[in-house]
C-alpha cells in the first residue's frame, strides 16, 4: 500500500489493558500489517480480570509512555478510555478508536462470579469517549447496543438524549483478520464414514464442552464412528465435562490440549474434516473461521456470530436453554453432512490482504487524513 504519510510517520500508542491470546495476536497483526506508523504498545497480563478491567488506568497513572504525545489512541475494550484521558489531560483530545474484541453486556452468567455493572459501565463510558468504535462483527456490535440500551433504560434519571445512536453512528465492523497462509485448498475429500472431528476452543464454560459431550454421546449412540481432537487454551480451572469426554471417548482421541507448535495446529486444522461449535458465547469465533480457512466444514450453532461467515446448511438448530435437544439437532446435520459433504466455504473476506487495506483506512480517516482510494 501507498503511504500517505510522506512527512513523518503517525505516532499511535496502542493499548492491551487484558492481553489474552486474541487481543496479544490482533495486536502484534496490526502493528505488523501497518508499517505506516510509529507503534507504541502498552499490554497488561491476562489475569486478575475483575482488577484489570477497572483499575487499568490506574496501572498505567505513573507509565512514561503516557506522558508522551501521540497523533492517535487505538485501546482495546478492555481499557477504561475515559479515565485514562482524564488522567492524563494531554490525550484528551487525541484521536481514539476503541476495537471492541467482546463486550460485557453479552458475556452469559456463569454463575461463578459476583454480579456487577462495573465492567459494563467501562466498556459504556470507552464507546461514549472514542471517537471511532471497531466491532468484529455485527452480533457484537448489535449486542452491545441493544443491551447497553436496555442497561441505561433501567436508570431512574439523567441519561443524555441519543446516547446509543451517537455510539451506532461512529461505529464500523472490521473483524480480527485471517493469516493469508491459512487460506489451502483440502487435497483430500472428506472422510465420511470415520470423519476427524475438531473442537479448537478455550477450555472454559461459556465455550460448552457439556453440550460437546452430547454431541459426541449422541453420534456413538447413532453408530457414527469418528477420531476427535479437542484442543485449545486450558486454564487451572475446567469444566468437568472434559474428563467426561476423555473417559467414554479415550480410543477414539488424536489430540488432547493445547498444542505448543503453531505449525502443529495449522497441520491439524489441515487434517480435520469437521470443526465443531458448541458456543453459548463467541463474539467473532476465530478458530472457525481458521478451520474454515484451512478446508474444514464448519459445523455451528445457529446463533452468535456464526450467521455471518457459517452456511446456513451447517448450522444446526439452537435451543439454548435445552443441550440435549440441540446435541440432537447437531448429531442430525453432521451425519447428513458426512453424507454428502458440502464444498469447503472459505471466508475470503475476512483474509489480512484484505483487511489490512480497511484497518488502513480507519487509522487514516480517525488521524484526519486523506485515505487510500
Not at 500500500?1 to 510522506?6: D, E, I, Q
Not at 489493558?17 to 487481543?23: E, I, K, L, N, R
Given at each position: 500500500?501507498?503511504?500517505?504519510?510522506?512527512c513523518h510517520r503517525p505516532r499511535i500508542l496502542l493499548l492491551s489493558?487484558?492481553?489474552?491470546?486474541?487481543?496479544k495476536r490482533w495486536r502484534e497483526q496490526l502493528v505488523a500489517s501497518q508499517p505506516d506508523f510509529d507503534w507504541h504498545v502498552l499490554a497488561l497480563p491476562p489475569r486478575f480480570f475483575r482488577w484489570r478491567i477497572r483499575g487499568n488506568a490506574l496501572t498505567w497513572l505513573q507509565e512514561p509512555a503516557l506522558k508522551a504525545d501521540y497523533d492517535l489512541l487505538i485501546v482495546t475494550s478492555m481499557v477504561d478510555l475515559a479515565s485514562l484521558r482524564g488522567f492524563h489531560p494531554h490525550l484528551a483530545s487525541t484521536p481514539a478508536i476503541l476495537y471492541m474484541h467482546e463486550n460485557q453486556f453479552a458475556y452469559p452468567d456463569s454463575g461463578r462470579q459476583h454480579s456487577s455493572a462495573e465492567p459494563k459501565m467501562v466498556n459504556l463510558y470507552s464507546a461514549v469517549a472514542a471517537d471511532q468504535v471497531l466491532f468484529n462483527s455485527a452480533w457484537n456490535r448489535d449486542s452491545f447496543l441493544d443491551e447497553a440500551y436496555r442497561f441505561l433504560d433501567k436508570m431512574p434519571d439523567g441519561?443524555?438524549?441519543?446516547l446509543i445512536s451517537s455510539i451506532r453512528e461512529k461505529s464500523q465492523i472490521v473483524p480480527v483478520p485471517?493469516?493469508?497462509r491459512l487460506f489451502i485448498k483440502p487435497d483430500k475429500a472428506v472422510n465420511g464414514q470415520r470423519p476427524h472431528l475438531l473442537w479448537n476452543h478455550r477450555w472454559e464454560y461459556d465455550k460448552a464442552p457439556?453440550?460437546?459431550l452430547l454431541l459426541l454421546d449422541a453420534l456413538t449412540a447413532a453408530g457414527q464412528d469418528f477420531r476427535l481432537s479437542v484442543v485449545g487454551e486450558q486454564f487451572r480451572n475446567r469444566p468437568e465435562a472434559f474428563n467426561l469426554i476423555h473417559e467414554r471417548h479415550r480410543e477414539r482421541i488424536v489430540n488432547w490440549g493445547y498444542l505448543e507448535s503453531r505449525a502443529n495446529y495449522d497441520c491439524l486444522l489441515a487434517e480435520a474434516d469437521v470443526a465443531i461449535?458448541?458456543?453459548?458465547h463467541d463474539f467473532q469465533g476465530l478458530s472457525v473461521l481458521e478451520a474454515m480457512a484451512s478446508g474444514c466444514i464448519a459445523l455451528a450453532p445457529d446463533r452468535l456470530a456464526y450467521s455471518e461467515y457459517v452456511p446456513a446448511a451447517q448450522r444446526y438448530t439452537s435451543h439454548a436453554n435445552d443441550p440435549a435437544a440441540e446435541a440432537e439437532a447437531a448429531a442430525s446435520l453432521l451425519r447428513q453432512l458426512l453424507q454428502q459433504p458440502p464444498e469447503p466455504c472459505m471466508p475470503q473476506a475476512w483474509r489480512l490482504s484484505q483487511l489490512q487495506k480497511k484497518y488502513y483506512k480507519v487509522i487514516s480517516a480517525t488521524l484526519g487524513r486523506q485515505t487510500v482510494s
Open positions: 500500500m501507498p503511504s500517505n504519510f510522506p489493558a487484558y492481553d489474552a491470546g486474541s487481543h441519561l443524555p438524549d441519543g485471517i493469516e493469508d457439556d453440550r460437546l461449535s458448541t458456543a453459548l
